[in-house]
Every structure is written in structure tokens, then in C-alpha cells.
């Protein structure tokens, strides 16, 4: 079969969804930082990087994109072409990003995940809503919880893994 993406192609759709990622990101941070939130970012010292860290919550706010991160929503869908290699390469983000919340459990550092859809797309949920949210998680204990459509909710590594699963094996 002919590879209609060649590898130049491919490294600029790539690229193209790695700064998608980005702007979302500035979204949150620009909303925390407006509501007198004070943060860190991109903590080399801590597991992954993590893209906002609220140190006086011990807390790491990651922002994923759902095609890059595989999450198992609507606006996940494996790409037609090339999809082992999609495939392949969504699944070792995946396994980092699993890694990088258990090293963060084990630092003792508590992991807020906000998935993409929450923040763009059809069914959104309201910055104002979504700030609530947030405002709400960083005073628990909770270790950790995700962000999406459906609002939050306290989660482990057991539910995480088997929503990955289910994200990249769809048929
Ligand atoms: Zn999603």
C-alpha cells in the first residue's frame, strides 16, 4: 500500500498537534494565574515535566491532548493512515505518561489530568466551571483526579490504564 504520508509530513502533523497541545495549556494557565494562583512550570525536577505545578498544593495540573495522550472520547479517533504507527507512538506516551504518575505518587505529589476535550470542542466545559473545578481539587488530599466532559473525578492508575486500553483498541 502506498504511504500517502511521508515522513516530512508526518513530522509536521506532529508538530502541528504538539503546539494544539500547547495553546490549551496556556489557556489553563492563564485562567489560574488570573484567579491569583501562583505556579511553576514545566518542573524539570519533578516526574514528566509537568506543565503547571502549584507547589504550595503539592499539586501537578497536566494538560493532555486527546489524540496525542489516548483518551478513550469522541475525539480520539486512530488516524486511517499509518495507523500502526500512530498507534505505536500513542502507546508510548501512554506508557510515560503512567510512569510519570506513579513516580509522582511516590514523590508524594498529588496529579490533576485535564484532558483536551474539556477545554476545546463540542460539550466544552465552561472556564468559569472549569476553574471551579480546579479551584476545588488543589485544597484536598486527593492524589489523583481527571478533568474531562463529564466533569471530575477522583481516579487511579488502574481505571487510567484500562480507559487506554479501551481508547487504542477501538475498531
Ligand atoms: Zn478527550
Known amino acids: ?10 513530522r509536521k502533523n506532529m508538530r ?3 503546539s494544539a497541545d ?12 488570573h484567579a491569583g494562583y501562583r505556579y511553576r512550570l514545566n518542573v524539570k525536577s519533578l516526574p514528566g515535566t509537568p506543565d503547571i505545578y502549584l507547589p504550595k498544593y503539592r499539586a501537578a495540573i497536566q494538560i493532555n491532548g486527546c489524540l496525542w495522550h489516548g483518551h478513550n472520547c469522541p475525539q480520539f479517533v486512530l ?9 505505536n507512538k500513542i502507546s508510548s506516551n501512554v506508557q510515560r505518561d503512567l510512569r510519570n504518575i506513579r513516580e509522582s505518587k511516590q514523590q508524594n505529589v498529588r496529579v490533576l489530568l485535564i484532558w483536551e476535550c474539556a477545554i476545546r470542542g463540542n460539550g466544552r466545559l465552561e472556564p468559569d466551571y472549569l476553574l471551579k473545578l480546579i479551584s ?35 475498531t
Open 79 to 87: 488516524p486511517k493512515t499509518r495507523t500502526e504507527f500512530w498507534k
Open 22 to 33: 500547547t495553546s490549551i495549556e496556556v489557556r489553563v494557565r492563564k485562567m489560574l494565574w
Open 136 to 170: 476545588r481539587w488543589l485544597p484536598t488530599d486527593d492524589s489523583l483526579s481527571v478533568i474531562d466532559k463529564q466533569g471530575i473525578r477522583s481516579t487511579s492508575l488502574k481505571d487510567l490504564k484500562a480507559q487506554f486500553h479501551e481508547a487504542l483498541n477501538q
Open 16 to 18: 502541528a498537534i504538539k
Open 1 to 10: 500500500m502506498a504511504d500517502v504520508h511521508n515522513k516530512d509530513q508526518r
